[in-house]
């Protein structure tokens, strides 16, 4: 997320609210802006959403009946939670999804890119807010943990081998990143004899 220069305008509240709720929002826009966007509204959207969202998962999980997640299927979730938002978040394959709300900013990792919250053509709060879930794997961690964790009560087997997928691809990316060290250090070692 990048800094405002100095003319930015103070965040505003929307247009919409009556006049004294839209005066206190834009004074605790104000107390949590610290130099920054902080896109109050749009962060209580996707609050919401996420919580409708877990509702209804929840309500469905229950509706198939009571069920543990074993530890191996917790073992499993969690890796490929890390996985599949590192890929959903960072990935340049998975760019495409996110460019309505970010923009490029430099590459990162390899076969990775960083973005940047985009400039949304309206004033949207609620666009901001997005821009940061979707260009963040440690916020969208929460989002699809929920997900799996919920795909493991309605649809057990599937999201098994979802995750497991997903938790193969993570052990791959670690022996990658071995291998490119190990190829690192035999490199430096030739050039220094």
């Known amino acids: ?29 104000r ?16 609050t919401s959403t996420y919580g409708v969202g877990a509702l209804v998962l929840a309500v469905l999980a229950r509706r198939h009946g009571e069920r543990r997640i074993a530890t191996r299927d917790l073992a499993l979730i969690t890796v490929a939670t890390h996985r599949l938002s590192r890929t959903l978040a960072k990935d340049a394959v998975t760019s495409p999804l996110r460019a309505p709300f970010t923009t490029y900013s430099g590459p990162g990792l390899p076969s990775e890119v960083n973005e940047e919250v985009a400039p949304q053509k309206e004033d949207t709060q609620v666009g901001h807010a997005v821009g940061e879930l979707v260009s963040c794997p440690f916020c969208l961690a929460q989002w699809v943990a929920t997900a799996l964790v919920a795909g493991q009560l309605i649809a057990p087997a599937v999201t098994r081998h979802i995750t497991s997928t ?9 022996l990658h990143f071995a291998y490119s060290a190990l190829e690192r250090l035999e490199q430096q070692a030739q050039e220094s004899t």
């Open 1 to 29: 997320m990048s800094l405002p220069d100095e003319s930015s305008p103070e965040p505003a509240a929307p247009a919409f609210l009556p006049t004294p709720l839209r005066q206190r929002v834009a004074k605790i826009q």
């Open 31 to 46: 107390h949590y802006a610290h130099g920054r966007d902080r896109p109050l509204l749009g962060y209580l959207a996707l």
């Open 166 to 174: 997903l938790t193969a691809v993570a052990g791959a990316d670690v």
